[in-house]
């Protein structure tokens, strides 16, 4: 029998309160439904669980699989979409899935060590631009995933709150504008909107056979190809210098490798940043400040 652990428990009663508890509760059931229906054994839940519960499993052939559930079925459901879209580009293999059940059975990434195990950041980011060069392929045109300026949603959102009531925001005004102006730039001037994953980070590229490496986690974002590379320039930011220097460094192989601007992608990250801090505000945190300094750490590269 699977036992949920307490941390995660507590978890989704932050996120959900008491049907997130009640889910959650209710996960063993769940899981001995999919190890009948999928035909596998179950094996241990990962350990550094947060929003879904995910647990290794073996299958009949003796294959490791992966078994993800989710109290926020709608996202999986994009998640296993962008997963299918993006087979035999470097993604992981979706194995099968259930919608209202809220469950995907993915394939195992073996050894699955992540991209953040290369310490040499050079290594890393050019390991990083071969995954990506892969991935990207024209979105849907009758679509399921958010646009860009949905995703950008919060930034407005920050500015009608604080409009309204006619005080103060707490956000460096010149900050919101300018991330407001470089998005109204970017998405009026993207030429093509692709399927993007939406969180390409170290933590979301895994070991996968000899020299292969692939992809999991998408979001599932349509919009402008130079997004993609932001989340992986926002992680491990001072491996080998200070983060300036990193983040020039990073921007510039990308550019040169995947045929990008680099003009475009600094930009992106100084609306990025400005999301941060909005999501920082809306979740209830003060430490907004992180995210004007993501800001205007790219606005330096602009310069």
């Given at each position: 029998?699977?036992?949920?652990?307490?941390?995660?428990?507590?978890?989704?009663?932050?996120?959900?309160?008491?049907?997130?508890?009640?889910?959650?509760?209710?996960?063993?059931?769940?899981?001995?439904?999919?190890?009948?229906?999928?035909?596998?054994?179950?094996?241990?839940?990962?350990?550094?669980l947060s929003y879904n519960f995910?647990?290794?499993?073996?299958?009949?052939?003796?294959?490791?699989?992966?078994?993800?559930?989710?109290?926020?079925?709608?996202?999986?459901?994009?998640?296993?979409?962008?997963?299918?879209?993006y087979e035999g580009r470097g993604a992981i293999h979706v194995l099968d899935a259930d919608d209202e059940w809220g469950v995907a059975l993915l394939e195992g990434a073996d050894p699955g060590t992540p991209l953040s195990s290369i310490e040499d950041d050079a290594r890393a980011t050019g390991l990083f631009c071969e995954v990506f060069r892969r991935l990207h392929l024209p979105a849907p045109t009758s679509s399921r995933y958010p646009s860009m300026r949905e995703h950008f949603a919060a930034i407005e959102r920050y500015r009608e709150r604080f409009n309204d009531?006619?005080?103060?925001?707490?956000?460096?005004?010149?900050?919101?504008?300018?991330?407001?102006?470089?998005?109204?730039?970017l998405i009026s001037t993207t030429s093509e909107n692709l399927l993007l994953h939406g969180d390409l980070h170290h933590e979301n590229i895994l070991r996968h056979g000899e020299e292969q490496w692939a992809v999991i986690d998408p979001k599932g974002i349509m919009g402008d190809i130079h997004f993609d590379t932001i989340q992986y320039l926002l992680n491990y930011e001072?491996?080998?210098?200070?983060?300036?220097?990193?983040?020039?460094?990073?921007?510039?192989?990308?550019?040169?490798?995947?045929?990008?601007?680099?003009?475009?992608?600094?930009?992106?990250?100084?609306?990025?940043?400005?999301?941060?801090?909005?999501?920082?505000?809306?979740?209830?945190?003060?430490?907004?400040?992180?995210?004007?300094?993501?800001?205007?750490?790219?606005?330096?590269?602009?310069?």
């Open positions: 029998m699977i036992v949920i652990p307490d941390t995660f428990i507590k978890r989704m009663h932050e996120l959900h309160g008491k049907q997130g508890v009640a889910w959650a509760e209710a996960l063993p059931g769940l899981i001995a439904d999919c190890a009948s229906r999928f035909d596998f054994i179950p094996e241990a839940p990962f350990s550094d995910v647990i290794r499993v073996k299958r009949s052939n003796g294959k490791p699989a992966v078994l993800k559930s989710s109290f926020r079925k709608d996202e999986l459901s994009r998640e296993v979409s962008v997963l299918r879209a009531v006619n005080i103060a925001g707490p956000l460096p005004k010149n900050w919101v504008e300018n991330a407001e102006e470089c998005l109204s730039y001072d491996r080998g210098g200070d983060c300036e220097q990193v983040l020039r460094s990073r921007i510039a192989i990308i550019a040169d490798r995947l045929d990008l601007d680099p003009h475009r992608i600094a930009m992106w990250g100084v609306a990025r940043g400005v999301l941060e801090a909005c999501w920082t505000i809306e979740n209830g945190g003060t430490d907004w400040y992180r995210g004007i300094q993501i800001t205007e750490r790219f606005a330096k590269c602009l310069h």
